[in-house]
């Protein structure tokens, strides 16, 4: 059974290997091949009881874990392209927000399953990020300008024009600063509201593509599209693990709810594997995974859910009906 108390390295492999794992199938058309994984965002809500699938093909779906039919999922429309990000309100479990290449970030009552708001963004939406208040939230646009809303009046109120592709965002777990993936190689920590640059940490050879702070907020994993994945110490910002066994460029990554194992996704090889983010071993690795772009961990216990290519595509939950 999936649990909340945390599994000692020795003891994880055998441990995981044990849990179920189930499909979430996508509605897409009959006939329809995708040249990868059509789900490009994942995001659990903060109580792990939903899991939100942002889809290329422009559908947005919330899944409850213990029903595998799309019928059962509630389907949210309004997109009219692809999504690229989704998040919940760190502090509303019901609502969600998602930005897409359609230039809007909209906000969903969940259960009303209806669009609560939207925020036009004058350019293709890319990356979001909530600050720990529920009330702020911070946009990008695929121009690599961050844009500041405020959720209470649904409106822009800062824009940051950044001069380097900024990929994504995410807020400290104190709210007072904005971690910045970039094109450079280099992620860099802002103060917010003023962007005043804090630290800029230089950690990989290609661009930036995906980071994750650990529950505790002493560890940063990065991913890059050199394949590989970087974790570094926030007390004193150095480098203390690499993870190489990626194929392709590292779309997204993700601590368990104890910060003892990450993982990597990526649109290119066939595998998954969860590595002990202390030690930087491989504990276990799950097989026949193709497209796995977007991989997300449950907020409280041993449940990783990822998108998939192939054999039809969709998303997968380990472990998501073991403690049923």
């Not at 939406?125 to 500041?148: F, K, P, T």
Request: charged share 20%; net charge neutral; proline share 4%.
């Amino acid at each position: 059974m999936s649990r909340s108390k945390s599994v000692a390295k020795p003891n994880f492999g055998a441990y995981i290997s044990k849990l179920k794992t189930a499909t979430y199938p996508s509605a897409v058309p009959r006939g329809y091949h995708a040249t990868s994984s059509p789900i490009r965002a994942l995001a659990w809500s903060p109580l792990g009881t939903l899991v939100a699938a942002g889809y290329a093909n422009r559908e947005l779906r919330v899944w409850n874990p213990e029903k595998t039919d799309t019928k059962s999922a509630t389907e949210l429309r309004g997109h009219t392209l692809g999504l690229e990000a989704v998040a919940w309100n760190p502090v509303l479990d019901a609502e969600l927000a998602s930005v897409s290449e359609d230039s809007t970030v909209r906000f969903w009552d969940v259960r009303a399953r209806k669009e609560s708001a939207q925020v036009k963004l004058g350019g293709g939406g890319l990356s979001i990020a909530w600050r720990g208040n529920g009330q702020e939230l911070v946009v990008g646009r695929r121009d690599d300008v961050l844009l500041g809303i405020d959720r209470r009046m649904n409106q822009i109120t800062e824009t940051w024009k950044q001069n380097v592709q900024t990929n994504q965002i995410m807020f400290s777990y104190g709210g007072d600063e904005l971690l910045l993936t970039t094109g450079d190689g280099a992620v860099k920590i802002v103060e917010y509201p003023t962007f005043k640059t804090l630290y800029t940490i230089n950690g990989h050879t290609s661009a930036c593509s995906s980071l994750d702070l650990s529950p505790s907020g002493t560890c940063l994993a990065i991913g890059g599209s050199d394949s590989l994945i970087s974790l570094w110490d926030t007390r004193h910002f150095f480098c203390h693990r690499t993870l190489p066994d990626m194929t392709g460029p590292v779309n997204s990554v993700s601590f368990s709810f104890d910060g003892s194992y990450v993982v990597g996704g990526s649109e290119e090889g066939n595998a998954l594997d969860i590595a002990h983010t202390e030690t930087g071993e491989y504990v276990h690795r799950i097989e026949g995974v193709l497209g796995a772009r977007a991989v997300q961990w449950h907020p409280k216990r041993y449940a990783l859910a990822y998108s998939m290519d192939s054999p039809y595509p969709g998303m997968k939950i380990l472990g998501g009906m073991d403690a049923l």
